[in-house]
């Protein structure tokens, strides 16, 4: 079963602009990492935010994590073609459960 | 080295076939997992391998059997699978399991596309 949610499931935006996918989930975590899928390819690791952090930046990506509300977003700068993806969350439960992945948000950058 | 190398790339089976996916990673990494994909869907746990030793097993079929030969090596053998088993398999490998740290990173494959016909 999936934990978390992610919006909005799709969106498309021009090369150049910002794109903010968010992701809330349900239960306390240890960790919520960030992941990216090229169409029919593996997962690629981005991201990972702790517990007890409330931003993270790495590059064109900024993480924010609020643990109150039990969710997070995941903010690309100034996006570019290859940034097109799908993008994951994933939690990491505090007694040491699975990675839990959310739905994904689908984003498409034009150039 | 942070590959983790899956093949087939592509596999296409009958109903009454037998067949392997194989997943291999020399990143010292002693948790491997296996999970299926549907198209525009999250990964689905299907089993974890810590130290070589089944951990988790999410109440797969059994026409789904793993195996890990090795710290190194993970097999997903394959039998009388139902059309409906069609996905991306893909598989994973990290650097403990799951104990609530904050080093569970997974590295993935590229996948193996099957389809069960």
């Known amino acids: 079963s999936q934990q978390g949610e992610e919006d909005p499931q799709a969106l498309s935006i021009q090369e150049g602009e910002n794109a903010t996918m968010n992701c809330s989930y349900k239960t306390s975590i240890n960790n919520l990492q960030w992941y990216r899928q090229n169409s029919g390819r593996g997962l690629v690791h981005l991201i990972l935010?702790?517990?007890?952090?409330r931003e993270k930046h790495s590059g064109r990506l900024r993480v924010t994590l609020d643990t109150s509300k039990k969710s997070s977003s995941l903010l690309i700068t100034a996006s570019r073609a290859a940034d097109t993806a799908s993008y994951f969350c994933a939690t990491v439960g505090t007694s040491g459960s699975r990675l839990t992945f959310g739905e994904g948000t689908q984003l498409t950058v034009n150039p | 080295d942070t590959e983790v190398t899956q093949t087939p790339k592509h596999l296409v089976m009958g109903m009454t076939n037998k067949k392997s996916l194989k997943c291999e990673q020399h990143?010292?990494?002693?948790?491997m997992y296996w999970y299926k994909q549907k198209a525009k869907k999250p990964p689905e746990l299907m089993f974890v391998y810590s130290y070589e030793k089944l951990s988790i097993n999410e109440s797969v079929p059994s026409r789904f059997s793993p195996e890990c030969p090795n710290s190194s090596l993970l097999n997903l053998h394959l039998h009388a699978l139902q059309p409906e088993d069609s996905a991306l398999y893909l598989c994973a490998s990290s650097q403990v399991p799951w104990r609530g740290e904050a080093k569970n990173i997974q590295y993935f494959g590229a996948g193996t596309r099957l389809s069960v016909l």
């Open positions: 935010i702790r517990s007890n952090e």
């Open positions: 990143m010292g990494h002693r948790a």
